[in-house]
């Protein structure tokens, strides 16, 4: 059983187009991160959202955590080549420890 | 900007043979752990480690796996007797809070012979 799925597990699209990625589940987390990985190394940061209806930005990129903190979307305005990678998102539940339970991935391909 | 590191990048063994994984968390954290990914699969979480003892563990993380700290730098994770199916990228990973952003190490890619 997945705990966090997310959605679509593939993406390609042009150069210059927006996208959103999903990340839903049916159990609330105390945290959720957005990481990227790329093929062969650690996933690394892209930022953390811990309070509900949270959005955050990163140059290009939108998150937003849901009211219920059930779920999070990525949204990428103008992609370019660059942002081709592996995106996953990773949550941590309250009082049940402090693992990170990680999303199966999206996996996008910006082509130019 | 302080990183996770990991060594080696790359270990080849035997099956049946026992192998270290190590890690030098962030050094003011105090939560550290251990994933793995097997090729083509989703990071699990193996275990976590807090004050000198395990804090949580997985279903993974049976009696062939155990960690240690032993000193003040490095986090090691040991396979007593690999599998085939231990084969995959370990990340090791730290954090300041018991709920804080975890950050990686690059990994180190297990292949079990």
């Known amino acids: 059983t997945q705990l966090l799925e997310q959605s679509p597990q593939f993406l390609s699209i042009q150069e210059g187009e927006n996208l959103t990625v999903y990340c839903n589940s049916s159990s609330v987390f105390s945290s959720l991160q957005w990481y990227r990985q790329e093929p062969g190394e650690g996933p690394v940061l892209l930022v953390t959202?811990?309070?509900?209806?949270e959005v955050k930005k990163l140059k290009r990129l939108t998150f937003q955590f849901g009211d219920a903190r059930k779920d999070s979307s990525l949204h990428i305005t103008a992609a370019q080549p660059g942002d081709t990678g592996l995106y996953l998102c990773?949550?941590?539940?309250?009082?049940?420890?402090?693992?990170?339970?990680f999303g199966t991935g999206t996996s996008l391909t910006v082509i130019p | 900007e302080p990183e996770v590191t990991q060594t080696p990048s790359h270990q080849v063994t035997q099956m049946g043979q026992e192998v270290i994984l190590r890690c030098v968390p962030i050094?003011?954290?105090?939560?550290f752990y251990w994933y793995r990914q097997i090729l083509g699969q989703k990071v699990e979480f193996l275990v976590s480690?807090?004050?000198?003892?395990?804090?949580?563990k997985s279903e993974i993380f049976d009696d062939q796996f155990s960690v240690e700290r032993p000193d003040g730098s490095n986090f090691t994770l040991k396979i007593r007797s690999t599998k085939l199916e231990d084969s995959a990228m370990y990340f090791c990973a730290s954090s300041g809070g018991q709920e804080g952003t975890q950050y990686f190490g690059p990994g180190t890619r297990l292949l079990v012979l």
């Open positions: 990773a949550g941590a539940r309250r009082y049940t420890g402090n693992q990170f339970y």
């Open positions: 480690f807090y004050n000198n003892e395990i804090s949580e």
């Open positions: 959202v811990v309070t509900g209806g």
């Open positions: 050094s003011n954290h105090l939560y």
